[in-house]
């Protein structure tokens, strides 16, 4: 693989920290994105670079020599439709935008398995599920080789290193660790998946032996 530089979007978050152990463990280079200073003594201390930046606002800084991105933030819990449709989808698209303007090669966003089917989600969840499938769908059709996980509930349960491929049809919904859906991340630039959504729950297959995880361009799924 050519020198990469890896650009962790959301690094501070649950699972975003637990990519960025990760990418240090696999000695991948990677970029920050924090919202704040007072974070930056961990991902220091992993040799990343820092790059401040809030998703409210422009972020193409954060983009400069950067050869993938990860797009690990969230909505908080409970702050509404507003925040949702900010980090959710706009802030989604926003990076699918400056990956494509910078010829990015590899965009992987860390969506929500509700997303195959927004209108069958409970109504807590709706609009988030919403939010997630349109960003999904933006970041498809923006010309950036892609790999959207859609993961089930997660838990912050210590990873198995195994988990099972899940769609609109799968029932019920084992949950999965932040550690496995970390794995799963940076293996999806190990492998340099390309235009793939890939739902995904706890289950018993070692991530290790996925090679490409699914087969065929899912794009349809948009139309
Ligand atoms: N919870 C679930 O069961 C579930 C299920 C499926 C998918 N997901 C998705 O999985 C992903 C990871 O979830 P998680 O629970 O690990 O995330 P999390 O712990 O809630 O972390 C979210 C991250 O987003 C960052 N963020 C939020 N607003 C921001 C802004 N305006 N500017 C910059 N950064 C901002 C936060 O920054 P700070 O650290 O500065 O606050 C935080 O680092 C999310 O996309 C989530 O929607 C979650």
Redesign the pocket.
Known sequence: MNAIKVLL????????RLIARRLHDEALPFRA????SA?KSEFSAMGAEIVL????YDFSHAFDDITHVI???????NEGIQ?ER???RD?VMRTADYAKRRRVRQIVT?????AYYPERAGFALRH?ARM?READAYVTRRGVPYAIL?????SDDAPRGTIALADERTHPLAKIS?GD?AHLTVRCIALTIGNQVIGVIGGDVPIETFNSLQPADTRRRFQ
């Open positions: 979007i959301g690094a501070h978050g649950r699972t975003g994105m924090l919202r704040r974070h930046g809030d998703l409210n797009y690990a933030a969230g909505s908080s819990d925040e900010a980090i959710d802030a860390i969506s929500a398995l509700s988030y997630k859609r993961p089930g509930p997660l932040r859906i």
